[in-house]
């Protein structure tokens, strides 16, 4: 497979889109943005931005044009729309897609059914489906959870600021996680190795984790707070979420209670990478000093 030079992002202004366009941009690709609608901010000297429309094969194929990858970026509520872009990319000869998912357990076939999870399986089928038929190919980063989302946000699952903590099942289920930046890193490893990362998963960990770690490392920075603990059974979290949606349900809290009933559930679907490709796409493991830091951070 010849160089991969030239590359367009799809939501290069989201949350981690942006670290994605640095990294790249860093990495001195060739850098076309894609967005539903240009933005006023600055980005990079020679990053060109190009409105597309995400349901037109036709907007999307010519904003490709000599373009060597796409990494999508999208938001999780687009990942199912992702369909057009992937046969637009196929027919404008682009020899690499990313799609958006960078889950934990994205890729585990005991997920597919699962409401949000079925429409990754789709895209990665469709993926497949063209890189069979010769028109593209395909590499998806799994990386487990990104680490500023445990930290703060709707999926945090240790509160700094109130000092509180709900335990799936009791604590110690380990996961593979990532910083944004880490992970924007390892798709310009990706691209800077085609042939090693050909029509396959890559998995990142630069630190293996359990909530009771964090929740540790935070009792011993500041021992006088007073934490105030529940636990849940993950398999319990997963079916509130699975009953929510049942109901029609896909409010932002339901779909946090099945990404982490799954994400953070131990060995059931496997969120801790025990083998990684960190070496190939240059990623360094996370020390115990780099923990402590990122959580006295937010202890802050
Ligand atoms: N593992 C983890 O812990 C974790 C956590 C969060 C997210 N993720 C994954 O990371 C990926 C990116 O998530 P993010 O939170 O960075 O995304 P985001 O900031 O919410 O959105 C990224 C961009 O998607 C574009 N977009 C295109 N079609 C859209 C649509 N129909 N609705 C909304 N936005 C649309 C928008 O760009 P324009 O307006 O320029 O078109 C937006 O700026 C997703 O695959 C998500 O599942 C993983």
């Known amino acids: 497979m010849s160089d991969i030079k030239s590359v367009a992002i799809a939501g290069a202004f989201g949350t981690f889109g942006s670290h994605v366009l640095k990294a790249l941009v860093d990495a001195k690709f060739k850098v076309k943005i894609l967005t539903r609608s240009a933005k006023s901010a600055d980005t990079y000297a020679g990053v060109e931005q190009i409105e597309v429309d995400y349901a037109s094969i036709e907007s999307l194929s010519a904003a490709l044009k000599g373009i060597d ?36 357990v994205t890729t585990n076939p005991k997920v597919q059914t699962f409401p949000l999870y079925d429409n990754i399986f789709k895209m990665r089928n469709l993926l497949q489906e063209k890189a069979d038929a010769g028109q593209t190919t395909w590499t998806v980063l799994a990386l487990g959870a990104f680490l500023e989302f445990l930290f703060e946000g709707p999926a945090s699952i240790v509160n700094f600021k109130e000092c509180k903590a709900l335990l799936l099942d009791e604590g110690d289920n380990r996961f593979s996680a990532n910083s944004l930046a880490a992970s924007a890193e390892a798709i310009a490893g990706i691209l800077k190795n085609p042939i090693a990362t050909k029509n396959r998963v890559v998995h990142i960990s630069q630190a293996i984790l359990t909530q009771n770690q964090i929740l540790k490392l935070a009792q011993k920075l500041r021992p006088e707070d007073q934490w105030e603990i529940e636990k849940v059974a993950s398999s319990a979290m997963r079916e509130e979420a699975l009953a929510g949606f049942r109901a029609g349900d896909f409010s932002l809290p339901v779909i946090v209670k099945l990404i982490l009933g799954t994400g953070i559930a131990g060995e059931t679907y496997g969120g801790a990478y025990a083998e990684t490709d960190n070496d190939l796409l240059g990623i360094k493991q996370f020390s115990g000093d780099d923990l402590t830091q990122s959580v006295a951070e937010k202890l802050a």
């Open 69 to 104: 990858a796409v990494v999508s970026t999208v938001a999780a509520a687009a990942i199912g729309t992702q369909g057009p872009l992937i046969d637009a990319a196929a027919i404008a000869g682009v020899k690499r897609f990313i799609p958006s998912e960078y889950g934990a």
